[in-house]
């Protein structure tokens, strides 16, 4: 070794080996090279399928949807009846006052709903069921029973507020049914064809009777699609349903073809123009005002069609009002929030192992789902108008009383799965009594096991 390289510090050359070829250099750009695209969207969906799997994820959705459903109702019920208080001399908020009551009475419903045992539902079956039958034939009585639009449903508290028991049968319905059928599942009684149907079709028949008796045939067709679900879950065969669906549609066809209002309204599917003596009105200006919104809507309060061109434009056709103010992206929106709402309610009928909780959550998941897809149908003309209002979202404190009970047997019901009731638990105050005592117990637990004896 040359002492030139040993007395100045550096290390002495080694000759390459023959043959060796230098490395190639590496690409300009980072040192360690990220996941590619496809690589990217493969942890994205695991990530998601993960979050989609966890124990809280119905019970999340449920209340959040809920909870966004009803405060954006609010906004839009205070947008689309200024107009029509103003006009009836009232003030700007005397509509969404009186909803804004409601929400508070309803969210009262709701978290006694969430908190109330499975077991106290149940008890509760029967007495409403029997409450809900006595309002509905005191609405048949002259001088209690009120009509509104034609239809004989309402029963007056006194002042501004009224009642439609019409509303709690369907909440009846479902509680009754779903204790009943459960009933009969434990001892094995539903593969007989006479315990699956009576007497729950009876009852319901009677039930129907009532509301058909008002005039009401939007809210019949939702009791009707309770007690298919109800069936349905049941295990009902399918030559059943095709039967029931034969014979309901034979009524149906007679009711609507002996009543010239049903007529006309099933006239106007698909129409565009109001036609003769402007009986396709309220149809066409709901399709003018969902045309007029655009992508993004023309602002919060600007609606022109409330302003007296459509009616029940805080009602029954809020959702057209909603397109025209927030467009496109506000109407998927409502529509995002029911389907997350109706995803949470199939997911926790399915992963239940009480039969009740299966059926009432599956009964709750039809009532909400077919009254959302029957009055949003209804505005984009492509359902009869069906006369019901949009669940949690549309102004009327009757139906949004029971609804929202409903959507708390639904958090009830999510709440009770073991795996959603143990993450619950994990999440205590960390400084209670209930989390520190089991905590100081196992160091105490810990501590007698060291071997040395010392603390």
């Given at each position: 070794m040359p002492a030139k390289q040993v007395?100045?510090?550096?290390?002495?050359?080694?000759?390459?080996?023959?043959?060796?070829?230098?490395?190639?250099?590496?690409?300009?750009?980072?040192?360690?090279?990220?996941?590619?695209?496809?690589?990217?969207?493969?942890?994205?969906?695991?990530?998601?399928?993960?979050?989609?799997?966890?124990?809280l994820t119905a019970y999340y959705l449920i209340f959040g949807s809920a909870l966004l459903i009803t405060v954006l109702g609010l906004v839009m019920v205070y947008s689309a009846s200024m107009i029509k208080a103003l006009q009836l001399g009232l003030g700007d908020a005397y509509f969404f006052k009186k909803q804004f009551v409601a929400a508070l009475l309803g969210t009262g419903l709701l978290l006694v709903a969430s908190r109330m045992p499975v077991k106290l539902h149940r008890a509760l079956s029967y007495p409403v069921l029997a409450a809900t039958l006595f309002l509905m034939v005191l609405v048949q009585v002259p001088g209690i029973g009120k009509s509104v639009n034609g239809n004989q449903n309402w029963i007056s508290l006194g002042g501004p507020f009224m009642l439609q028991p019409s509303e709690f049968g369907k909440l009846a319905l479902i509680l009754w049914g779903a204790d009943l059928l459960a009933r009969k599942g434990d001892?094995?009684?539903?593969?007989?064809?006479?315990?699956?149907l009576v007497p729950l079709?009876?009852?319901?028949?009677?039930?129907?009777?009532?509301?058909?008796?008002?005039?009401?045939?939007?809210?019949?067709?939702?009791?009707?699609?309770?007690?298919?679900?109800?069936?349905?879950?049941?295990?009902?065969?399918?030559?059943?349903?095709?039967?029931?669906l034969a014979f309901a549609g034979v009524i149906v066809g007679v009711l609507i073809k002996t009543s010239p209002h049903r007529m006309e309204r099933l006239a106007c599917l698909g129409a565009t123009e109001p036609g003769k003596n402007d009986m396709c009105w309220q149809a066409v200006h709901g399709i003018y005002a969902l045309a007029s919104g655009g992508w993004f809507g023309s602002g919060l309060g600007a609606s022109v069609e409330k302003w007296g061109q459509l009616p029940e434009a805080h009602t029954d056709f809020i959702f057209a009002i909603t397109g025209e103010e927030l467009g496109l992206a506000g109407t998927l929106s409502v529509l995002a929030l029911f389907a997350a709402l109706g995803y949470a309610g199939i997911r926790v009928a399915g992963?239940?192992?009480?039969?009740?909780?299966?059926?009432?959550?599956?009964?709750?998941?039809?009532?909400?789902?077919?009254?959302?897809?029957?009055?949003?149908?209804?505005?984009?003309?492509?359902?009869?108008?069906?006369?019901?209002?949009?669940?949690?979202?549309?102004?009327?404190?009757?139906?949004?009383?029971?609804?929202?009970?409903?959507?708390?047997?639904?958090?009830?019901?999510?709440?009770?799965?073991?795996?959603?009731?143990?993450?619950?638990?994990?999440?205590?105050?960390?400084f209670g009594w209930k989390r520190a005592g089991p905590i100081w117990k196992s160091m105490r637990r810990r501590v007698k096991r060291r071997p040395s004896g010392e603390r």
């Open positions: 007395l100045s510090g550096r290390r002495p050359s080694v000759p390459r080996a023959q043959g060796r070829k230098r490395p190639a250099p590496r690409p300009p750009g980072r040192l360690f090279p990220g996941p590619g695209p496809v690589e990217r969207l493969r942890r994205t969906q695991r990530q998601l399928k993960r979050a989609w799997d966890r124990p001892k094995g009684l539903l593969s007989q064809w006479k315990h699956l079709v009876p009852v319901a028949f009677v039930l129907l009777g009532l509301i058909m008796l008002g005039g009401d045939m939007g809210t019949a067709m939702i009791l009707g699609a309770i007690l298919f679900g109800l069936l349905w879950l049941a295990g009902a065969p399918t030559r059943l349903f095709v039967g029931v992963r239940s192992e009480d039969p009740f909780v299966r059926y009432a959550a599956g009964g709750v998941t039809t009532w909400i789902t077919a009254q959302a897809v029957i009055n949003i149908g209804a505005v984009l003309g492509l359902l009869p108008i069906a006369g019901v209002p949009l669940p949690l979202f549309s102004y009327g404190g009757s139906a949004l009383l029971p609804t929202m009970f409903a959507v708390g047997l639904l958090i009830a019901f999510a709440r009770e799965e073991p795996a959603a009731r143990a993450a619950l638990a994990m999440r205590q105050p960390k």
